[in-house]
């Protein structure tokens, strides 16, 4: 990470530093954050910055500029992040600026479609927040998510895609072949056809430690991750289907597997539980509260946990956690747009709408199409699908693909 340009002033208290340092941690902006209530240099520095007042949080950049207590609307305009679109109407507004989002624009953008992405925080989108990625296709010795990010965002504004960032989406609705989207900011654009790839969050435990090690012990993916721990120990947590299949994932690489359950029992399937049970490099411990992570010199070593039956504390000496406590679709903002989502909110998508070879009325006498959703013209693609497979790979693939019948559905339109 470059030297940080930007000093936050402020206090461990104050609501409003939280949100401006949230605002630089999202945009992946570095800063350095000085505490006025330890440090008294800095303390003066924020009561001359604003004539003997002690405003926080105080900005100081390396223009030699202040910004006190900004909006977050404020701190894009001076960092620089374009916020407002050029015009109102597009061919294609994708919602989105990950691997699926960016592989889409510039598939759409190198063949003359208008299009605009609307970002609410990094570009690269989770990929983007990812220390090292060693399986994306093109390279060989792995690459930072940071490059890759810049990377597709590059070849995203070589082809002339529109970026918006610090812009969230928070409704979508259609008129016939329009389909319109509302920004944070209240702005309305409208285009023939949308594109949602606002990807997903993995659940966190929100424990000590857990921001700190990321990418670093602990982990959300063992596809991912599960290689880099060769001959080693690791320990899953989670009581779910997926952290019991993710266990059995591990064996392959792990000697042996340390499965951490909160409640008294496996809540997956039976086959899987009955796997899990008898096999022999993974070891159960039920009832075990995970409380805390700690290491030293960026390297994990110890996952603090309590026996929640007799309270007392336990120390997992590991150097790799997975956490699968399950994962959240980004699609809230979907709630009055008519895309069907499944049970556990993300978007369905082509066959899957179809059900006993019925005809789905919107969509006349054809079927949509692989990446269409319940609303002609709203296509899906990556994270946020359903039945999608949690790749950067496959999310970009899937962007591509969207692209493509994208193209299509604007022939018809
Ligand atoms: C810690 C970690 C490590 C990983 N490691 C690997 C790895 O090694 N290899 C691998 O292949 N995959 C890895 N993955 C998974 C990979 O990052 C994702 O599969 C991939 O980024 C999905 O791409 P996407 O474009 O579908 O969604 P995302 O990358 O999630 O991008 C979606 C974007 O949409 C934005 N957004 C959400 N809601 C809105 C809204 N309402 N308005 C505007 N914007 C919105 C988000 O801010 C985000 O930038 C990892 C994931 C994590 C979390």
Redesign the pocket.
Known sequence: MSEPQITVYGAFWCPDCHRSKQFLGEHQIPYHWVDIEDDKTGEQIVIHANKGKRRIPTLAFADGSILSNPSNTELAAKLGLKTTADRHHYDLII???????LTAALYTSREGIDTMV?????LG???A??MH????PGFPDGVSGKELSGRLRAQAERFGVELLQA???DRIHSHGNYHCVVTSDGSEYSALAILL????R?RRLGIPGEEDY??AGV???AT??GPFYKGRSVAVIGGGNSAAEESLFLTRFADRVSLLVRGSELKASQIIREKVLDHPQIKIHFNTEVEGFRGAESKLHTIQARDSLSGESTDFEVPGAFVFIGLDP?TA?LGSSGVLLDSQGFVVTGHSLVHDGEAIPQFGGSEPRILETSVPGIFA????RADST????S?AGEGAAAALMIRDHLNTV
């Open positions: 919602a989105g600026g990950g691997p699926a989002g609307v970002e609410k925080a990094a989108g989770q990929a927040a990812t990625l060693d399986n994306v812009q969230q989406i790839a606002t990807g997903s993995y990321l990418g982990h959300f993916c991912c991750d980004n903002f693609a990556g994270d946020v949690k790749q950067v790979a999310a």
